[in-house]
């Protein structure tokens, strides 16, 4: 069995899926981050699918070209429930829409996991930016189903995970599959939420962030709202310990340090986040309004489909603020450490 060091381990879990035998789980380290280790009481038969389906011990070699947009919603419900433009939930109810499966991270208690749906009426539990790793245990497999079974699939995750489906699909037919990745901060150790969890105080997260405020594309402020006991909510605002260490480079996993999967052009289809730093459409702002990066001709196809608009913009306006879709280096982190 080789699987890619604790450095580099992003914690995608495709290995995991692909054991055919069950000798791979993830489990939450001390240093709170899902790390993947052996069942010791399985036996690993050296079929070495593991290695050839992890994402870092099988890089590709991106090529191809990709455009920016500035990108909303036109539904205005879908909108008001996304933590931007709601450009995510427009593309998965075109695929609903065709009798496709759409998944995505949902916040369950106080963990985060990929959950599958086939229904609009649960397209709500996908909205929202989710700053905690998911569990993406047997999502894998459900995908291939799907695929399988000649269905239309929009996958969204972090680049990590879109690269390990891509990796662990392999063969398997994928001109229905649609593959959306985030533009990513990085995963932080989850020791602050399991903190929380321990306290005794609450159900679980209801949002990292919303919109009650309006949208602004300069100086957003987040805000973590909890779930009492009692059912009410409190609102722990930004200066907490979970957004804290979010915010805090020095408590990211290892391989976000060093990213292998960020980038002006990906494997995915296209990449989405917040268009930070926009002056163009300030009409937009209150809602929310999203960049979306296209890296192929068919998610523009399926962009045409929806209920969204889309307009072309310069890649300065883009990267400017958003450095986080090409940088992650952080080489003198570990000096601060």
Not at 160 to 167: D, E, I, K, M
């Amino acid at each position: 069995m080789k699987l890619a060091s604790p450095k580099e381990c992003t914690g995608c879990m495709a290995c995991v899926d692909t054991c055919s035998h069950n000798v791979l789980k993830a489990t939450i380290d001390t240093d709170g981050y899902y790390t993947i280790v052996p069942d010791l009481e399985k036996k690993c038969i050296e079929c070495g699918r593991c290695s050839q389906v992890c994402p870092v011990l099988n890089l590709t070699q991106t090529t191809g070209e990709s455009s920016p947009y500035a990108a909303w919603n036109k539904d205005s419900k879908q909108r008001k429930q996304s933590a931007s433009g709601g450009i995510f939930a427009a593309m998965a109810s075109s695929i609903i829409q065709k009798g496709g499966s759409v998944y995505g991270a949902a916040i369950e208690g106080f963990d985060v996991k990929h959950l599958r749906i086939t229904d609009e009426r649960e397209l709500y539990r996908l909205q929202g930016s989710k700053y905690q790793h998911s569990d993406m245990t047997g999502v894998y497999k459900q995908v291939r189903n799907d695929l399988r079974q000649g269905m239309y699939v929009l996958f969204s995750g972090l680049g990590c995970q879109v690269a390990g489906l891509l990796s662990f699909l392999d063969k398997t037919q994928k001109e229905k599959l649609y593959t959306i990745d985030t533009i990513c901060g990085g995963l932080s150790t989850m020791l602050p939420m399991l903190h929380l969890k321990e306290s005794g105080k609450y159900k679980g997260i209801l949002s990292f962030r919303d919109k009650e405020n309006g949208w602004q594309s300069k100086g957003f402020r987040y805000s973590l709202k909890m779930i009492r006991k009692d059912g009410s909510v409190e609102d722990l605002g930004l200066d907490n310990m979970v957004l804290n260490t979010f915010s805090s480079k020095l408590l990211k996993r290892s391989s976000c340090l060093d990213c292998k999967f960020i980038g002006l052009h990906r494997d995915s289809d296209c990449t989405i986040g917040d268009f930070w730093g926009d002056e163009s459409f300030k009409e937009q702002h209150n809602e929310g309004l999203s960049v979306l990066i296209a890296h192929s001709d068919r998610i523009i196809s399926l962009v045409k489909e929806t209920h969204m608009e889309a307009r072309l913009v310069l890649w300065k306006d883009v990267t400017a603020n958003n450095c986080n879709i090409y940088w992650t280096h952080y080489p003198l982190i570990r000096y601060f450490i």
